[in-house]
């Protein structure tokens, strides 16, 4: 017998709790709350459908409204495993003449809504070329609010049985900006929306068109005055900012392409970038499952701490389930730990967590941090729940900086965009 069980607690922060669940003990029920004016709704968001799959949300807290988001854009990849590039004789298709089916799970902690439908999609180049769809996609996406939290949380099945074809999801905001914020391994860059060097690329020499489809490690943001969208990802690393006005995010969930390399692209001229060989299993048929985070906010990501949010929505609360027996016998541990602990606290916003481990020649805790912020600079401080007898500033190798010896168990200041690691002897 299997339960689904949601529980509301408070974790200590980089620490832990036990809970315990009695069997046929009678607890508090708590009933699922359900609007009869929304599909979702909880204190910042309210969502509503529409007939052609996609939704509309309103941020209660700033009034701003998203229109018609999460339809699906599909059109040739005429590209390689380098590039992509559109066919010759593109023929884009959208996810707005579906006819979906809507399935809403309201829980006690989170509500779900389940849009399911089909799409019909050229098999190859050559049906896209003659305007024919004997292809399929198959779709699922699952977007799921819980009662008391800033994200909307996104996870989406394909099923795919076509070739030569990119598949994105598309993400209206009503933002007028030139530039997006994407983040990095240890920070955060600012690009354009568009690049005006595409008005005459090939006049100028370049080999390859410069198309504004940006990568990002987990996040990309876009904001106008004091409020943005971020967007967030776990593994879908390719997007660009499209439409009318440059206000969409345009997030890439499949790129199907035959060849390793493939000669004379329409935005790569000239030889091929690689060996010219078929890659079938790069068609990519089949199920694919996806998932990704929508989060507003308001100030600046920095002050908002999205870089922080992100993270967090990436490594959320791992749970162990401890059976009353044991697979195996194991000698009792001399070790006794508490019902919960917590090892250390810091600062929700400004400086990020990167790593936190065990010295590799030493019993240390070796602590990175590093500041997000392009721009600005911040204090980090840190907070250990046991005493700390030396604090040393290190390298990423984990052997002491040079120029620096011994210091106070605080981090210090950042400048931005700067990472550092210390090296933390607890009493």
């Not at 707005?96 to 999609?121: C, F, G, M, N």
């Amino acid at each position: 017998m299997e339960f689904d069980i949601q529980i509301q607690q408070i974790i200590p922060s980089m620490g832990y709790r036990t809970l315990y669940i009695e069997p046929n003990a009678a607890g508090n029920v708590v009933s699922p709350t359900v609007s009869s004016d929304a599909l979702l709704e909880n204190a910042f968001w309210q969502i509503t459908a529409n007939d052609d799959g996609t939704l509309n949300l309103r941020d209660k807290d700033s009034g701003v409204r998203y229109q018609r988001i999460l339809a699906l854009e599909e059109g040739s990849d005429d590209g390689d495993e380098y590039d992509y590039s559109p066919a010759r004789e593109e023929w884009l298709l959208t996810s707005t003449t579906a006819k979906p089916e809507y399935e809403v799970i309201h829980d006690a902690w989170q509500s779900r809504v389940v849009i399911r439908y089909a799409l019909a999609v050229p098999a190859n180049l050559a049906e896209r070329s003659a305007r024919q769809r004997n292809g399929t996609l198959g779709v699922e996406i699952a977007v799921t609010l819980s009662h008391n939290s800033r994200r909307i949380d996104v996870e989406v099945a394909l099923d795919n049985q076509a070739d030569d074809h990119r598949v994105r999801v598309l993400i209206p905001t009503p933002f007028t900006t030139d530039v997006v914020l994407a983040d990095t391994q240890f920070g955060a860059v600012t690009r354009p929306v568009q690049d005006s060097a595409m008005e005459n690329w090939q006049e100028e020499g370049w080999k390859e068109a410069p198309v504004p489809v940006w990568n990002m490690l987990n996040y990309a943001a876009l904001q106008e005055e004091r409020n943005g969208l971020a967007l967030f990802t776990e593994g879908l690393r390719e997007f660009e900012v499209i439409g009318e006005g440059k206000k969409t995010f345009a997030l890439t969930l499949l790129r199907g392409v035959g060849l390793l390399g493939k000669e004379d692209l329409l935005l790569r001229p000239g030889r091929p970038s690689g060996i010219k060989m078929a890659v079938p299993d790069s068609q990519m048929r089949g199920m694919l499952r996806s998932r990704f985070s929508l989060f507003s906010y308001s100030g600046t990501p920095f002050s908002a701490g999205v870089a922080q949010q992100a993270k967090a929505w990436l490594t959320p609360v791992q749970c162990y389930n401890k059976i009353p027996w044991d697979a195996m016998k194991l000698n009792k541990a001399d070790v006794c730990v508490p019902e919960h602990y917590s090892l250390l606290t810091m600062s929700p916003v400004g400086c990020l967590l990167s790593a936190l481990k065990k010295a590799e020649d030493r019993d240390d805790v070796i602590l990175r941090l590093y500041n997000p912020s392009e721009t600005t600079s911040c204090d980090a401080t840190v907070a250990f729940s046991r005493a700390v007898s030396a604090c040393t500033e290190t390298m990423m190798d984990e052997q002491a900086c040079p120029a620096k010896g011994e210091g106070a168990s605080g981090a210090g200041l950042f400048l931005p965009g700067q990472s550092r690691t210390f090296s933390y002897t607890l009493v």
